[in-house]
């Protein structure tokens, strides 16, 4: 069965830290991993990665995935209380349009 | 109005009642879905749509109805809930490019917040 796994589950850092997130995947005919970030409702996107090695990059977040360890990490530096939220990882896979979602990680940013 | 916008944003229901749910694209996409979001659960997929025909429909049961009247508006007809369907209802859409990656990237709206008592 396909599944996504991401670690920690909750984390709790001080403004200005910098913290990685995980995202592990056990699926067949993957396609392409994505990152969202949950606030308060709407998930919003901020990666769609599909390529080993490849990092992606947006102000103080960054991304990459590994095909080869069938994981990817998210990474934001000098962090700041307004990226307290719950991050998302999913996996497309296949040729339909389904993804395979983890459970998140809540991040809280202490000022 | 922009993205993807849901109605309403609460709704309160006792088991009883018919009540549904709506969700509105601007985004030009042919493809939407709806989605339960539980405490500590992943996403559960309910239902996809590509170019209003029903794609998929993972196991609902069928007090959940959808409907799809045309590529930017997306409906989800409640009927006889059960208490623990109580959970956030996110639709999201994107462009279907059959089983291209690009497809993957979904655009949720804001959910709707429902309460079965």
């Known amino acids: 069965e396909d599944k996504v796994v991401q670690s920690p589950l909750s984390l709790v850092v001080h403004e200005g830290d910098t913290v990685t997130l995980n995202c592990s995947y056990e699926?067949?005919?993957?396609?392409?991993l994505l990152w969202y970030k949950q606030e308060k409702k709407a998930p919003t996107f901020l990666f769609m990665l599909t390529s080993s090695g490849i990092e992606k990059k947006s102000g103080r977040l960054s991304s990459i995935l590994d095909k080869k360890e069938l994981s990817s990490i998210l990474n934001i530096t000098a962090t700041q209380t307004g990226d307290s939220a719950i991050y998302l990882c999913?996996?497309?896979?296949?040729?339909?349009?389904?993804?395979?979602w983890g459970l998140g990680t809540s991040l809280a940013v202490n000022p | 109005e922009t993205g993807v916008t849901q109605t309403p944003r609460h709704l309160v229901m006792g088991m009883t009642n018919k009540k549904s749910l709506k969700c509105e694209q601007h985004?030009?996409?042919?493809?939407m879905y709806w989605y339960k979001q539980s405490a500590k659960k992943p996403l559960e997929l309910m239902f996809v749509?590509?170019?209003?025909?029903?794609?998929e429909n993972n196991s609902v049961p069928s007090r959940f109805s959808p409907e799809c009247p045309n590529s930017s508006h997306l409906f989800l007809h409640l009927h006889t809930l059960q208490p623990e369907d109580s959970a956030l209802y996110l639709c999201?859409?994107?462009?279907?490019?059959?089983?291209?990656?690009?497809?993957?990237?979904?655009?949720f709206g804001p959910g709707t917040r429902l309460t079965v008592l």
């Open positions: 999913a996996v497309g896979v296949g040729n339909n349009r389904k993804l395979i």
């Open positions: 749509y590509s170019l209003e025909e029903r794609v």
């Open positions: 985004l030009g996409h042919n493809a």
């Open positions: 699926v067949t005919n993957f396609r392409s």
């Open positions: 999201a859409s994107s462009q279907d490019r059959r089983g291209a990656s690009s497809t993957d990237t979904q655009y």
